[in-house]
């Protein structure tokens, strides 16, 4: 496991095999700003009080609540009392959950916060302690568990009712395999047989975020990758696709709520 950390603050990053990112952390007061991820942030507050700005609104996550931010949308975190929080989080890939869902719209949780124990317990899997590891039948099981509970405690979907999930998903899979090439909306189009704007739409209802947003969203995976590995910034930005530094450095901001020479350099602290 990779841990992060400050004087006061820390986050332990689990890297045990596994298609979901998982974290725990703790923080005593001011932990990220507003930043996007395009995963479902899904988690428990283990103590304290987590508190977020979530569509609008203060959140309080409190122990024996689930959190589920839907993807692509705005939130920040910090500490709702001085005893600070602590925390397990899990990213999941909404393609993940459309492998189970199978073109439905993604489940919405409305207030990114919820008491419903289906979640809590559907979700058990991915917020256990991060030095257990989740054989690969048991995280595909735990998968299949997690999309059909957020399909039962959202409720009616929201977005398009007709989608095309077949030409989505040949979109998704044309842009993972061509991550270091220019990627234009005619390619899409040519790819999935779709009209640009229907295609955008469908996406972002099936996915939870925009080609453009999913192109850079995995850029910056395999520059974390990259960096991790020991690349310079600058030669992780380009090798992952970015023009230079600063571009980069703007849209990993934006995702992760703290610039990457600040993200790097707690993770190497600990090493």
């Given at each position: 496991?990779?841990?992060e950390t ?23 007061g ?82 990114g ?149 600040r ?5 190497r602290?600990?090493?």
């Amino acid at each position: 496991m990779d841990s992060e950390t400050t004087p006061s603050d820390w986050v332990i990053r689990s890297t045990l095999p596994s298609g979901v990112e998982r974290i725990e952390a703790w923080f005593g007061g001011h932990g990220y700003e507003p930043h996007r991820h395009d995963t479902y942030s899904i988690g428990r507050t283990l103590a304290g009080v987590q508190s977020f700005n979530y569509k609008g609104s203060l959140r309080h996550g409190i122990p024996g609540n689930t959190l589920v931010l839907h993807p692509d949308e705005l939130h920040d975190g910090m500490a709702g009392t001085d005893a600070g929080f602590r925390y397990r989080m899990a990213y999941v890939d909404p393609a993940l959950i459309q492998n189970v869902l199978d073109g439905k719209p993604l489940p919405f949780i409305a207030g990114g916060l919820s008491s419903d124990p289906r979640l809590y317990r559907a979700s058990e899997a991915f917020v256990q302690a991060l030095d257990h590891p989740l054989e690969r039948l048991e995280e595909q099981d735990a998968l299949y568990d997690l999309a059909m509970a957020l399909h039962a405690v959202a409720g009616k979907p929201r977005g398009r009712k007709h989608l095309d999930y077949r030409a989505a998903e040949r979109v998704r899979e044309f842009i993972m395999a061509h991550l270091h090439s220019s990627i234009t909306l005619e390619m899409l189009e040519q790819v999935s047989g779709r009209e640009r704007w229907s295609l955008s739409r469908d996406f972002r209802v099936l996915y939870g975020t925009s080609p453009y947003r999913f192109v850079t969203l995995r850029r910056l995976d395999c520059f974390r990758r990259l960096a991790l590995d020991g690349f310079s910034l600058v030669d992780a930005a380009l090798a992952a696709g970015f023009h230079d530094q600063s571009h980069m450095t703007r849209h990993f901001t934006r995702c992760y709520g703290v610039p990457p020479w600040r993200w790097l350099e707690r993770l190497r602290s600990t090493h």
